[in-house]
Structure formats: C-alpha cells, structure tokens
C-alpha cells in the first residue's frame, strides 16, 4: 500500500513538473514568433518616431473611440520627426470615436506638416478624420466622402410575435430606452433621434464648410450622403490632389521645404502585439497540441472576444456601407 502511495505522489510530481515544462516551451515558443514577426516587420516601436524622418501611420477598418492611439499620436507630436504621412482606408465608423482621432490628428497637425493619402476610401467617419489635414491626396479610384450621419437599429417586434414572445418593461418615461427594437417606434421617439442626427449632419457639414471652405451649393452638392472617387472628389474640392505617397513626399518637399530624400518610416498607433492577433490562435493550437486544452480555450476565446468587441459598434454612426443604402 506504501509503495502504491509513492508511485501515485511520484506520478503527480512528474506531471506538475511536465507541465510547467510545457507552459515554458509555450512562452518561448510565443516570445520568438513574436521576434521573428518584428525582424521581418522592421518598424519602429510602439511610440518610436525617428528624428528628422517622415512618420507613416495608417488608419484603416472601422474608427472606435481608442485612447491608445490617441496616446500615440500625442507622443508623435511631440516628436522630431520632420513631417506625418497619414494612409487613409476606411469606411468610417461611430461619431464620437471619428471626432476624436479628427481632434489628435489636428493636433499634430498644428507641430508637424502632415499630408493624407486616401488609399482605398476615406467614407464618412474616415473623411472626418482626413479633413485634419491641410492637404488630402487620393487616387483617381478611392471612394472619398458620404457626408452624413446614421442611426440604425434592428425591430424583432413581428419575430417575435411569429414566436410568442411578449417584452414588457417598467420605465420612467416614454423616451427611456427608445427604441428598444421590441415593438414599433413611436412617433415622439423618432422624432427625438431625428433631432440627433441632424444636430451630428449639422456639426460634420459645418467641419466640411470649414476645413474644406465649401459654401451653399458647393457644399449641399457634396452633402447628400453619396461617395465620390478620388477624380470625382477632386472637382469638387474634397481632395487637393490625385496620386499616392509620392505625390505626398513631393508636395511636402514643395509646400513646407521638406527634403524628399527623407526616409519614410512607418509609425504605429498601437503595440506590435495588437497587431500580432494570429498570436492567439497559434498559442491556442500550439497549447491544445501539448494536452492543456483548458488553457488553449481561455486564450481561444480572449482573441475572438476582442474580435466581437471591435465589430460591435454602439451609438451614432458615420459609417459607409452600401449594403446598408447609406
């Protein structure tokens, strides 16, 4: 019976051991797919603008309210670089997160020449920020525009009547929580989220009218929610110029005396691990394989959780998306 207890007490021991080997062979494993990416990658860190260089930062995919980046841009101003090329491509997204990045894009604006380039689309939200600029450049084919703002949301009254299902609720007015998407908005309601979004139409036209110096009918012809290509939106003074990151270091070279051999170098507006999101799934599969699947879940899960977050888009939106007719 004693030697059945040693055996037992000595099997444990091996398998604390083994897997304590085996979280490190993770974290190694982990730790150099991460310098192996940064190797390649060959960017500056997190933070780190190069003295008397060109800064690049990209914005790209669907614009949240994000303090990091806000952080980073704020350091960048602070920086030496000579000059900021901002890539542009994206659709748009809330109001409140598009107005934040126009604020700190304008704030380094105000220390360091900077120049946009819409690469695919600078759409509603994206434009906002884009306008930080003093001079915006897009190719004859990027999608530039859709001027206005959007309140969207879902009603599953007729579903769930289809269903039997009844939502009651207990509030203290009639506008608390409207619309709910259980049962039709009421006219008051509706007329209370008309009023926000024209009041946000109001603030991004008068953004347009003054970055942009568009008045009356230039301005109501650009207005109307619709997205222009590049060749469209230079007619109508949405963009200064056509062409890419060349015509970008050339007009920096022309209007603020910036030499153009100066290397481009790439910013980032957040961590390299941000940006390394295969890392969660291959830490997953690489701890599922060693046998702790309990702990390939949980880092399983933490990636797409952080995925669903960054979709999941509350509040005012100035957002392009054709699907959507807006």
């Known amino acids: 019976m004693s030697l059945e207890a040693d055996y037992i007490v000595d099997r ?24 192996i990416a940064s190797v390649l990658n060959g960017n500056g860190r997190f933070g780190d603008a190069g003295s008397g260089q060109i800064a690049r930062i990209t914005i790209s995919g669907l614009i949240r309210g994000d303090r990091d ?23 748009g997204g809330t109001t409140a997160g598009s107005e934040q990045l126009h604020d700190a894009l304008r704030r ?8 946009v380039v819409v690469d695919g689309m600078a759409a509603s939200g994206a ?22 703002v959007l309140f969207q949301y879902p009603n599953f009254g007729d579903l769930l009547k289809t269903i039997g299902v009844k939502v009651e609720e207990v509030k203290s007015s009639p506008l608390k929580a409207a619309p709910n998407g259980f049962e039709p908005t009421s006219p ?31 301005l109501d012809r650009v207005a109307d929610g619709r997205v222009f290509t590049g060749r469209q ?12 990151e060349r015509a970008a270091v050339n007009w920096l070279a022309k209007a603020k005396g910036i030499d153009p051999d ?6 980032r507006l957040r961590s390299r691990l941000d940006e390394l ?50």
């Not at 380094?108 to 020449?113: D, F, L, S």
């Open 277 to 326: 999101s295969f890392l969660h799934l291959g830490a997953a599969a690489l701890l599922d394989s060693m046998g702790l699947h309990a702990f390939a879940r949980q880092i399983g899960e933490a990636g797409t959780l952080d995925t669903i977050d960054r979709l999941n888009l509350d509040g005012l939106l100035a957002l392009w998306h054709p699907s959507a007719n807006n």
């Open 69 to 91: 980046r806000v952080e980073a841009l704020d350091t960048l101003s602070k920086s030496q670089v000579r000059a900021v090329i901002v890539h542009v491509d994206s659709p």
């Open 188 to 218: 008051e309601a509706t007329a209370a989220l008309d009023a926000i979004v024209k009041d946000s139409y109001a603030w991004f036209r008068g953004i347009v009218q003054d970055r942009r110096r568009l008045e009356g009918e230039a």
């Open 108 to 115: 380094v604006a105000e220390k360091k020449p900077m120049v």
């Open 12 to 35: 444990r021991r091996m398998r604390r051991k083994l897997t304590f080997w085996r979280i490190f062979a993770v974290v190694i494993a982990i730790a150099a797919i991460a310098g």
């Open 262 to 267: 100066t290397k481009v170098r790439d910013y």
């Open 127 to 148: 434009y906002i920020a884009a306008m930080a600029s003093d001079h915006i450049i897009a190719m004859d084919t990027s999608l530039v525009g859709s001027i206005g």
């Open 233 to 244: 939106a230079m007619d109508l003074k949405l963009v200064d110029e056509i062409g890419d």
